[in-house]
């Protein structure tokens, strides 16, 4: 047996998106009116998109709160008709960027990190249409040996869109991690990956560019890869 080909590790690769869908259409944009959040609601109109705002806010780990929260976004996706689109596309989830960049969150509050997602989610499904959810994190993932997870709290979130990601094939569910510095240059990165056509589903932004996970090879003797047996 070739020494390292039972063993695997996770990489994430440089990727370009070839395939954007510009069809004119509304998007739920779920944010706090910061940098980030009012560049990236520039970006999808440039392309021609109408942008709705919606919460702004986490539900801080608040059950009945949550319900509140999903009745609303229940309500707006429902009768909400959007002005100068031909329906609805999907929601953005900037929540997390926006409550958590300046929030110290206890382990205990995994409700109110996870619960919008949930909640987003839980919307969708409910939706006659197959709509894109997107959501946006920060520091949740680390993509080199270089990187380091700064936020592990929004880790979690990537946790359940994995398992979305898994549970429910059908949804063009997408998650991506921008970089904590420079972060509102991520926003036209963020609008083509909402736009794009494809397969991939999970992201990252470093050094201005989009990367996306494979599994690869790697020596016995480095001892950080995955043993398959």
């Known amino acids: 047996m070739v020494d390292g080909e039972d063993f695997l590790t996770l990489d994430w690769r440089p990727t370009e998106l070839n395939s954007e869908n510009r069809d004119p259409g509304a998007w739920l944009f779920l944010g706090q009116e910061d940098q980030l959040c009012s560049s990236i609601i520039k970006a999808l109109e440039s392309k021609g998109q109408v942008v709705v705002r919606g919460l702004s806010g986490l539900s801080e780990g608040d059950r009945s709160t949550v319900e509140d ?3 609303h976004l229940q309500n707006i996706l ?3 008709k959007p002005v100068a689109a031909d329906g609805w596309r999907g929601i953005i989830d900037c ?3 926006s409550n958590l960049a300046n929030t110290d ?3 205990e509050d995994l409700w109110s990190v996870c619960g919008p997602s949930f909640t987003a989610l839980k919307s969708l499904i409910k939706h006659p249409h197959s709509l894109s959810y997107v959501v946006v994190t920060t520091g949740a ?3 080199s040996e270089y990187d380091f997870v700064s936020r592990p709290l929004q880790a979690m979130t990537w946790g359940l869109i ?3 990601l898994r549970e429910l094939p059908e949804f063009p569910i997408k998650v991506i991690d ?3 510095r420079g972060i509102s240059e991520s926003a036209d990165l963020i609008v083509r990956v909402a736009l794009s056509v494809g397969r991939e589903s999970q992201f990252v932004i470093r ?3 989009l990367h996306i996970p494979r599994l690869i090879k790697t020596d016995r003797d480095r001892g950080d890869g995955l043993q398959i047996t």
Request: glycine share 0%; proline share 0%; no cysteine.
């Open 95 to 97: 929540r997390l960027i």
């Open 207 to 209: 050094e201005k560019s």
């Open 141 to 143: 993932v680390q993509a």
């Open 78 to 80: 429902s009768t909400e």
């Open 105 to 107: 969150l206890s382990q």
């Open 69 to 71: 929260e999903f009745a």
């Open 162 to 164: 994995r398992s979305a």
């Open 178 to 180: 921008a970089e904590s």
